[in-house]
């Protein structure tokens, strides 16, 4: 007579493999959801004669985006947040009820550490694949060196107002020599 398993031991190995295979398929999602994750970076441009530097706000894997926003993170002693626009790409602020997507852009608003940025895009297809958002437009404090820029928090919506927390990658942008912006302090005489 062949020898069987009692039934609460066989009952705990089913269970026991059921329980392997849900965390596989778990697993499994996860990865597939962050490699179809979009991905937010940011730019340096090429630096014109006015002495501001631009920097770019692209998404990468993007599909129907139609809204983001992140903290921005940067030395505030080093540069100033002068501007920021959103590109046709992603959607107009000025003139678009002549077709095409228009925007409202949220910020930049100062916070700890940098600026909040972001924008929301309606009134066309959101934007899909590869692409600009905005351009930033700093002006340089300090002479020479170099700063960091990151995203923090960054997340970003489809049209139908899902949310996603996208990828980010962090640059660091070169300030060149600022000849020509004087800085000035008041002197202070202690007596």
């Known amino acids: 007579m062949p020898h069987s398993m009692p039934h ?5 190995y089913v269970v026991g493999l059921l329980i392997l295979f849900l965390l596989t398929g778990l697993l499994a999602a996860d990865k597939l959801s962050l490699a179809s994750a979009p991905s937010l970076h940011l730019q340096s441009l090429p630096v014109t004669g006015d002495g501001l530097l631009r920097v770019e706000i692209r998404v990468a894997d993007g599909t129907d985006l139609a809204g983001w926003e992140a903290d921005l993170h940067y030395d505030g002693t080093r540069m100033a947040l002068v501007s920021m626009e959103s590109t046709d790409a992603f959607g107009r602020v ?7 997507p228009c925007a409202m852009l949220l910020g930049p608003k100062p916070v700890l550490g940098g600026s909040s940025i972001g924008a929301l895009a309606w009134g066309g297809p959101g934007l899909t694949g590869d ?4 351009t930033l437009t700093f002006r340089p404090l300090t002479g020479e060196g170099s700063v960091a820029l ?11 107002g899902q949310a996603v927390t996208p990828l980010s990658e962090d640059i660091t942008i070169d300030l060149g ?4 912006h004087s800085i000035f302090l008041p002197a202070v005489t202690n007596e």
Not at 8 to 12: E, I, L, V, Y
Request: proline residues 6%; contains cysteine; hydrophobic residues 25%.
């Open 8 to 12: 609460s031991k066989r009952s705990f």
């Open 94 to 100: 000025d003139g678009c009820d002549d077709g095409g």
């Open 131 to 134: 692409g600009p958002l905005a």
């Open 150 to 160: 990151s995203l923090a928090d960054p997340i970003v919506t489809n049209s139908q």
């Open 177 to 180: 020599h600022t000849t020509g």
